[in-house]
Each structure stands twice: as structure tokens, then as C-alpha cells.
């Protein structure tokens, strides 16, 4: 039982590209995250997918999509990646989206020069 | 804008000594949660409680919660050096808001 789990650790990426971050959790949950964390900002919510099949903003949307690809599978893409974007990215799931603690997994830490 | 802001934002103890921290929100919520990060890692949950429920334990670990006053503390009694981390309260509906955290460091 893994969990949840991120790919990949590291990334550094160039002004422009573009990269999808893979999330995948194993423990049938419904309900999955993307975070950011900056220093000093603590967990910002990118976006959400309270069930398979739906996907919501959160916080800071802006510059990202995202893809339930499946119940397991949640992906995080960035079309043209920006210095602002230089963060650590955690993906969670939890078994629904109220009442319940969300699990994270490792982080991927992404620099953009 | 987040949700929960914790306070202190830094806190510094002896190995033995309780730690407490809080947490204000802004808007009614149905639940409050309180989560532990070890540096470089991802976020672990320590504990949730509801909004109609006053004081909650688990292990070392007692959380309260005061709605009229949207505030929660978290006291982790007799620390340990193993409890150094950053603590993040996230409170809320759906979905859950995250505050900035509070780094804790328990020297032995």
C-alpha cells in the first residue's frame, strides 16, 4: 500500500515549457488535491476533484489545468511555465471532501529559471 | 486568502516543556484539522474536530476549538525532540483552507 504518490521528485523546467505532474493514490479515495507550498505561504489550494469526473478551482488556478484521469490518477499541467511557478507541488486525496483528513504525498519540487 | 492563520509563527522550547499553538479563521466552518510537516517532506494528519465539539485528545496532543471566538489551539504536552516540525491548522467546508503554519523546534 503506497499511498500517494508523486512523480516526479525534481523537475527544472525553462521559461515556456510545459510538464504534467503525476499524482496516483491506491486507497480508493474519492477526493483529490493539488497544493503549492512558497516559503512563508504555507498549502494553497491549485485544484480539486471532490469525485471522478469533476474538477474545481481553488485558490490559485491560474496557469494550471488539471485531469482526473481516472478514480486513481489526478495530473497537474502547466502550459507555459513561469518563474512564478518555481514551488513545491503536493498532491493529497482523502475519501470525500468534508469530514474527512486528506493524505499527501512526497512532493514534487519544481524550479523554473 | 487563507483561511487559517496560526500564531506563533515561530515557537522555541526545552525538551519536556508543552507547546501551544493557535489558530485563527474567518468564515463559520463544520471542521477544523490540525496537520504535522517534517522539513522536506509531505503533510501528516494529527487530528480533526468538528464544529460542534469543544475539546478533542489523541495521545500528547489535546485540541480545542472556539467557534464564537473562531479560534483553535493545539497543545502537545511533554515535546520531544521528534516533535520538531512545522504545525498547520486547515479549517473550513470543502474544501479546506490551509494556514501558514507554525515551526516548532524542541530542543534536547
Known amino acids: 500500500n503506497a499511498g500517494v504518490t508523486q512523480t516526479p521528485k525534481f523537475q527544472v523546467l525553462k521559461t515556456g515549457q510545459s510538464m504534467t505532474l503525476q499524482c496516483a493514490q491506491d486507497m480508493n479515495h474519492n477526493s483529490m488535491y493539488w497544493y503549492r507550498q512558497d516559503p512563508g505561504m504555507g498549502l494553497r489550494l491549485i485544484y480539486y476533484?471532490?469525485?471522478?469526473?469533476?474538477?474545481d478551482k481553488g485558490e490559485v488556478p491560474n496557469g494550471y489545468n488539471v485531469s482526473r484521469l481516472n478514480k486513481r490518477e489526478f495530473s497537474l499541467r502547466l502550459e507555459s511555465a513561469a518563474p512564478s511557478q518555481t514551488s513545491v507541488y503536493f498532491c493529497a486525496s482523502s475519501p470525500g471532501t468534508t469530514y474527512y483528513e486528506q493524505y499527501f504525498g512526497p512532493g514534487t519540487r519544481l524550479t523554473v529559471t | 486568502s487563507q483561511q487559517g492563520e496560526e500564531d506563533p509563527q515561530a515557537l522555541s522550547i526545552q525538551e519536556g516543556e508543552n507547546a501551544t499553538m493557535n489558530c485563527s479563521y474567518k468564515?463559520?466552518?463544520?471542521?477544523l484539522q490540525w496537520y504535522r510537516q517534517n522539513s522536506g517532506r509531505g503533510l501528516v494528519h494529527l487530528i480533526l474536530i468538528r464544529s460542534n465539539e469543544r475539546e478533542k485528545h489523541s495521545g500528547r496532543l489535546r485540541v480545542t476549538l472556539d467557534t464564537s471566538k473562531k479560534s483553535s489551539s493545539l497543545l502537545i504536552t511533554a515535546s520531544r525532540a521528534a516533535d520538531t516540525a512545522s504545525y498547520f491548522c486547515a479549517a473550513g467546508n470543502t474544501p479546506l483552507v490551509f494556514g501558514k503554519g507554525t515551526r516548532l523546534s524542541v530542543i534536547a
Open positions: 476533484s471532490a469525485s471522478e469526473g469533476t474538477t
Open positions: 468564515t463559520s466552518i463544520n471542521n
